[in-house]
């Protein structure tokens, strides 16, 4: 049996679950006290409150904790002592990837931060991450395998979700192009596997890298039609100097119109890469302005490179998408390549037939965080047609497993949240 009905509060959301998925009384009792858990309540607050009408729920961007095997497991083997590999988790986090050598891939999380930033938890993989364990103890305790993200995706409401990577290990120029290529083969792979758990609501991206384009040609193809990925995970910097609207990188982009499969950018935390927010490494405060700046502005470039660099006026069929870097300063931006284009169109080697804007709303989606009140500015402005919703789970700043109630607290037209939740997202992956 099959609804499109989602209610308001969790213990009626939890019957909702328990109708599309065949779920009996026993099961519905477990997701209640699961959830209940989850949020330190008791189960008799979940059975309580008034229904609402709901929504089919899309997730654009949600994530995977990569197991600490991933790499010897999938990776080509003859890198040796250079695969990847990690150790079990004995917390909540992410995995900090090393060579046998110990030696990391690439700094990461706090890691990455300098000796004179705090280090308030000992042992903590990136910033956050302790202060949240608690709500992930059920996931952590299968240690993120697919069963548990199902049961993350049934807690939250979720019915289908796209996977994205934590960190991706290939975010560096000064990699060989064959081993940044192997690093995303392999991951690819695993992903597949994983989503085999349930191909219909778990669907993977596949992470691409623009180290070598015929290895990016390939590997776009080995994963759209061996694999069944439906999106390109792509981070939006510039590869060893070249920026994304280079035409070096069109055949990329012309294979991805071509299989009818989104490229989706999706910055990457501290790459070894030109990315703006480096300029705050070793200075007062870097974790809270790296982490604030690095996603919205080098989104904010990609929709330039894409919209007002020539991109989307070659490949006109091509859909791409800007992932978890927040909405509100579309519009502004927008209108700001707008007018840059009136006055200075004559100027332009790539020629642009139309408004940097129109390239936007004709091809492009942007992601809404859950709490992103300033959403509905958005909507005013741009319309509705090219917002994206994404829960982000499991990371720090993921508000599972109420991200979905956030997002039904802000004030919007009915019509409008269910593009956001069900609609875009289904029309930018091609999910039906």
């Not at 099959?2 to 997701?31: E, H, M, Q, S």
């Not at 949600?62 to 080509?76: G, S, T």
Request: contains cysteine; glycine residues 6%.
């Amino acid at each position: 049996m099959d609804c499109f009905y989602r209610p308001t509060f969790p213990a009626v959301k939890l019957v909702w679950v328990g109708i599309r998925r065949g779920f009996g009384d026993k099961n519905l009792f477990a997701l209640a006290a699961f959830r209940s858990s989850v949020r330190g309540e008791s189960i008799e607050a979940e059975v309580s409150g008034m229904a609402r009408d709901g929504f089919k729920i899309l997730d654009s961007d949600m994530h995977v904790f990569e197991p600490y095997d991933l790499y010897l497991k999938y990776m080509n083997p003859n890198w040796g002592e250079r695969v990847p590999r990690g150790v079990p988790r004995k917390k909540h986090g992410q995995i900090r990837f090393t060579y046998a050598d110990g030696k990391p891939i690439r700094s990461s999380g706090v890691q990455a931060l300098s000796a004179a930033t705090p280090k308030p938890v000992a042992g903590e993989a990136s910033p956050g991450e302790d202060g949240v364990a608690h709500r992930y103890a059920k996931p952590f305790m299968r240690d993120y395998d697919p069963v548990s993200q199902l049961e993350a995706m049934d807690v939250e409401g979720l019915d289908v979700a796209v996977l994205f990577r934590t960190f991706p290990l290939h975010c560096d120029d000064s990699l060989e192009a064959e081993y940044a290529n192997d690093l995303c083969r392999a991951w690819n792979s695993w992903a597949a596997d994983f989503c085999k758990a349930d191909p219909k609501r778990l669907r993977p991206s596949a992470l691409i890298t623009l180290h070598d384009v015929d290895m990016a040609l390939d590997e776009t193809r080995r994963a759209i039609t061996e694999l069944g990925a439906i999106g390109l995970c792509l981070v939006p910097e510039p590869a060893n100097g070249r920026h994304i609207h280079d035409r070096t990188y069109d055949p990329v982009w012309r294979e991805a119109e071509k299989l009818g499969v989104p490229v989706c950018f999706h910055p990457a935390a501290n790459p070894n890469i030109d990315q703006v927010v480096h300029r705050f490494k070793g200075h007062a405060n870097e974790a809270i302005l790296i982490n604030a700046f690095r996603n919205p502005v080098e989104l904010m470039l990609a929709v330039g490179s894409f919209c007002a660099g020539g991109v989307l006026e070659r490949f006109p069929k091509l859909r791409v998408a800007f992932l978890e870097g927040n909405c509100a300063w579309l519009p502004w931006a927008l209108y700001r390549l707008d007018e840059r284009w009136a006055l200075r169109k004559d100027y332009a080697n790539e020629p642009l037939s139309i408004k940097p804007s129109d390239y936007f709303l004709r091809q492009c989606f942007i992601s809404v965080d859950v709490e992103e009140q300033l959403v509905a500015d958005v909507i005013k402005r741009i319309g509705d047609d090219n917002v994206v919703i994404s829960t982000d789970y499991p990371h720090a700043d993921s508000h599972w497993p109420d991200a979905v109630d956030h997002f039904m607290k802000i004030e919007m037209p009915s019509a409008s949240r269910r593009k956001i939740l069900w609609d875009n997202c289904a029309r930018l992956y091609g999910v039906d």
